[in-house]
């Protein structure tokens, strides 16, 4: 994947493309707005079904307005009705948001734009992607071209009426991108999310450059783990932001050795307080907690700690 998607990269429609994934992925929008373009659906085909779809609801957004929910519609007089489109015709903007596929970016790196990111996931009461907590997430979230301060959920990689949604490690992801730079419009952010479970790889250390943290104790040197929320704060300075990896454990009777497995929750750990999207929330499914009551739900699994991350 890559950091950003637009939305169309040229003119789709009378004049321009009429077959591609520009137009497919204009259809999309379409249909995530509950235009039905037949039994053809999102084909990647300019038809008359397309080209009428399209000038209506140009129509409407200029006539009286279309907004996201929660938004007041208001008329946009910009809204030309026309046959094609071009990347910075206002009507993709209006198509995003009203599928609910948009997230404002708070345009602020560091822990100030962690924590204003956070909050506008819990205010709009983001709810976790069912089936991702065994592996199974298909959202991914980009840096909208240009906008600077957008970006934009997919899900399979298509355009599917929102809402938006999160799961630990996109979540996660995001919000180190938002840490690193303020937005998600490049790199060290990356849409893609292939950590945790049977992956070796640890986004935090791999994508992210914040160090894995060792412990001594009075039997072993450079232990990879931590399994006390106490030593995790003993381990941590205040003002730096730190992500924990958490995976479960099987002891060897033989040698009471803690085995490893995968990791399968991530959240961020900042002055004793853990951010985080998880699962079982009534509300929103990003939630704040102390580190302590984070621990009593782990169930007895262990804690890969990262950061901070090297200035």
């Known amino acids: 994947m890559s950091a950003t998607m637009g939305l169309i990269n040229g003119r789709v429609g009378e004049g321009g493309a009429k077959v591609g994934p520009d137009v497919k992925r204009l259809q999309q929008l379409l249909v995530a707005n509950g235009v039905d373009l ?80 956070h909050q506008w996931f819990v205010d709009n009461g983001i709810t976790y992607q069912k089936g991702a907590e065994k592996g199974k997430g298909t959202r991914a979230t980009f840096g909208l071209d240009g906008h600077d301060d957008l970006a934009i ?99 060897n009777p033989k040698t009471n050795v803690k085995m490893h497995g995968a990791v399968t929750h991530m959240a961020l750990l900042f002055e004793g307080d853990t951010y985080e999207c998880t699962t079982g929330q009534p509300g929103s499914a990003c939630i704040s907690r102390g580190l302590k009551q984070f621990f009593n739900a782990a169930n007895g699994r262990i804690v890969y700690l990262f950061g901070p991350r090297p200035v």
């Open 38 to 117: 037949g039994p053809a659906g999102a084909d990647g085909h300019w038809g008359q079904k397309t080209s009428a779809a399209l000038t209506a609801y140009q129509k409407e957004c200029k006539v009286k307005g279309l907004a996201s929910a929660g938004e007041k519609p208001k008329p946009d007089p910009a809204v030309v009705e026309q046959a094609w489109v071009n990347p910075k015709d206002p009507i993709l903007g209006h198509l995003a948001r009203a599928a609910s596929l948009i997230i404002p970016l708070p345009g602020k790196r560091g822990i100030d734009g962690v924590v204003q990111m």
């Open 153 to 251: 959920q997919t899900t399979g990689e298509v355009l599917k009426r929102g809402p938006v949604q999160m799961d630990c490690t996109t979540y996660v992801n995001l919000m180190l991108g938002v840490f690193a730079r303020g937005d998600l419009h490049g790199a060290p952010y990356d849409a893609s999310t292939p950590y945790g479970w049977e992956n070796p790889k640890h986004m935090a250390r791999d994508r992210y450059m914040f160090p894995l943290l060792t412990r001594d104790t009075a039997s072993a040197r450079n232990l990879h783990y931590f399994d006390d929320p106490d030593d995790i704060l003993g381990a941590t300075t205040s003002g730096n932001l730190y992500v924990m990896e958490l995976a479960g454990t099987v002891t």
